[in-house]
């Protein structure tokens, strides 16, 4: 899905002072890209990935996606959006720690009622696809670091989104670990055929996107 970015701005309010977390972004990300967002801590990359992932909205400009303006949407549709056309990756996993890997996947069929009966077998075959199949029945505790991001990124493909986003999903992993999972994402997007919006300070990401946005002070720099 191509998505249009235009004029985009945020300002959030800290007390007395006012801080512009997003001041005028611009940006085209092409249909079935790979594109990391980078930046200093502040630089307004989480805050634009938030408002792609329609858990923010901005006070002025619009965000596109395809021919729908998100930006226009009332907030009781954007679950639609949020649960429908979008997949989110987060650096700390976000797993339930109670549930298994099969059923942390599962979550996000919950509400689709016409696939309640396959939904443990499209888990299952999703988690077979990052590499768990003889994980699926363990708890996160019982999973390594990376296995856990695994179990996250099959939880945010079950539902085969238009676009995936992910903050910072190599943060709390090892160098090796962190160059499995970029494989892993690259791979499954190359197959998938999704777009894939990432922000990451991790070079490896880098090295692997089609194009690199370097934000600073709230705008793209480059």
């Given at each position: 899905m191509k998505i249009y970015i235009e004029n985009l701005k945020k300002i959030y309010k800290m007390g007395n002072i006012k801080v512009k977390a997003l001041n005028g972004v611009n940006l085209t990300v092409e249909d079935r890209s790979f594109l990391t967002i980078m930046g200093r801590s502040g630089s307004g990359k989480s805050t634009l990935?938030?408002?792609?992932?329609?858990?923010?909205?901005?006070?002025?400009?619009?965000?596109?996606?395809?021919?729908?303006?998100?930006?226009?949407?009332?907030?009781?549709?954007?679950?639609y959006i949020r649960r429908e056309?979008?997949?989110?990756?987060?650096?700390?996993?976000?797993?339930?720690?109670?549930?298994?890997?099969?059923?942390?996947?599962?979550?996000p069929l919950r509400y689709k009622k016409s696939l309640k009966q396959k939904a443990k077998t499209m888990a299952a075959d999703m988690l077979e696809k990052v590499?768990?199949?003889?994980?699926?029945?363990?708890?996160?505790?019982?999973?390594?670091?990376?296995?856990?991001?695994?179990?996250?990124?099959?939880?945010?493909?079950?539902?085969?989104?238009?676009?995936?986003?992910?903050?910072?999903?190599?943060?709390?992993?090892?160098?090796?670990?962190?160059?499995?999972?970029?494989?892993?994402?690259?791979?499954?997007?190359?197959?998938?055929?999704?777009?894939?919006?990432?922000?990451?300070h991790d070079p490896i990401i880098g090295e692997a996107s089609d194009l690199i946005v370097n934000m600073g002070d709230g705008r793209i720099l480059s």
């Open positions: 990935l938030n408002m792609i992932g329609c858990l923010d909205q901005p006070d002025e400009g619009q965000i596109i996606f395809g021919d729908e303006n998100i930006t226009n949407l009332k907030k009781s549709e954007l679950p056309k979008i997949g989110f990756i987060f650096q700390n996993y976000n797993l339930l720690p109670t549930l298994t890997a099969l059923e942390n996947v599962i979550l590499g768990l199949k003889d994980r699926i029945n363990h708890l996160p505790r019982e999973l390594s670091g990376g296995e856990q991001q695994r179990v996250a990124i099959a939880r945010a493909l079950i539902n085969n989104p238009a676009v995936v986003l992910a903050d910072e999903p190599t943060g709390s992993v090892d160098t090796q670990t962190a160059r499995e999972i970029v494989n892993l994402m690259r791979e499954l997007h190359l197959k998938n055929q999704q777009t894939f919006i990432i922000v990451s």
